[in-house]
């Protein structure tokens, strides 16, 4: 089995956890829960990302990505990124959007253990640093992914 395949198997499954955003200098911006639910199946990567922040309805974003050779890619009308295995435990995933050219995000993604993972965002405007991301998620044990396409 192919390294990203690995990868894949070892993160399907359902997250919870809570997304921290700070400003460059430290300050915590935002903070919120978040469920995640991700599948392999075939050559197709199915992720649905659930986002809870206090005293708003939950935002759900469903993204999909097609395995090509050792490259996870995703694209659809205006999100576009690759997933880059670096070893068996930490990948990289460089991604934007169609329609606002000017942001990119480098996320690292680190399994800390089949349980417990955290994953850190550096978000680019016009080519600058201007916040970063913390997210910490604990796999739900035997969680049921949703059947959805």
Avoid at 6 to 22: E, I, K, P, Q, R
Avoid at 93 to 109: A, G, H, Q, T
Wanted: aromatic residues 12%.
């Amino acid at each position: 089995m192919s390294q990203l395949r690995d990868v894949l198997n070892s993160v399907a499954g359902v997250w919870d956890g809570t997304y921290s955003h700070f400003a460059l200098d430290g300050t915590l911006l935002e903070k919120y829960a978040c469920h995640q639910e991700t599948r392999m199946d075939g050559d197709s990567w199915f992720e649905r990302v659930v986002y809870r922040r206090e005293d708003q309805p939950e935002e759900v974003l469903d993204f999909r990505a097609q395995i090509v050779g050792e490259n996870l890619l995703f694209e659809d009308d205006n999100f576009v990124g690759r997933t880059i295995p670096a070893t068996p435990q930490m990948f990289l995933f460089p991604y934007s959007w169609k329609d606002r050219p000017n942001l990119k995000i480098l996320e690292l993604v680190y399994l800390v253990n089949e349980n417990y993972r955290t994953r850190h965002w550096q978000h680019f405007e016009n080519d600058r640093l201007v916040k970063t991301s913390m997210i910490e998620e604990t796999r739900t044990p035997n969680g049921k992914v949703a059947i959805w396409r």
